[in-house]
């Protein structure tokens, strides 16, 4: 059964307590932490082994996962020196998700460097991705590339997959990031199935057209394009987390409040509970439509 989760970028002001305690009174199970924003949560490479400790038995307590831990890493670089920084940044957090107790680092593959190709980078990205997911199994952590920036398309995605040399490596599916380039909720799933561990969820508008650059809206006020997802998640059994994602920004702390994802940032309860309310819909309904 899918599980659903936040990311804390909907909630950045929440601490580390209070994200726990919201996952409890909203409906959710799992909390994905977003490290390296300045979230109010306190988490980061820098926290002691007692914070991290609390953090793992606070939430062990309340019965809610630390779902993932997404940083900004990305793979796609342009020299093997860059790459080589990632594979450490990945070492780093991976010992941060274990003490944590969470299974799962987010990974970008990012933006082409200029001067690169996808066909010339893929090779190098695959390879490292497969050294850092070497690494990251010391500590039972997976990383996983999430599909995002210019690594959107589910062949390219695949291809990392297929030629990281490791059995620990996975993928976020972001579907709505495929959908902008015409690749269909069915389609990008058929191609990723073997590797998705874990889904990051946004919404797109009602007026949204196939192959349209992608815009979000609240969850719950756009195209339920997401209904047909937890139909084929639930269909499968899938046991991983879906997470919302809505109001991610890195500059949380001086974003427009006049903009929807930004005003929900700053009014968790109110956002989270309504989102809440559009995914146990679609997972519910898919559930029964696969029993």
Known sequence: MTKLAFMSTTAPTWTMQ??????VRLGYEGVDLRVE???NHGLELESSQDERREARQYAAAQGIAWSCVALSTRFARATDAERLDAVEQVKRYAELASDIGSPLLRVFGGNIPEGHTMADLRPHTAEYLGKAAEAASQWGVTPCLEVHDQHNNPDDVKFIMEHASSGNVGAVWHVAHHMRLGVSVDAGYATLKPWIRHLHVAELPKDWQPGAQSTYTRLGEGN????????????DHFEGFAANEWAATGNWKNADATKPEHYDAAH???SLAAASK?????RDAARAKAR
């Open 18 to 23: 209070q994200l726990i305690d919201g996952a």
């Open 37 to 39: 924003w300045g979230h």
């Open 224 to 235: 339920e394009y997401l209904a047909r997802v937890f139909e084929l998640l639930e269909k």
């Open 268 to 270: 968790p309860d109110e």
């Open 278 to 282: 559009a995914l146990h819909r679609w």
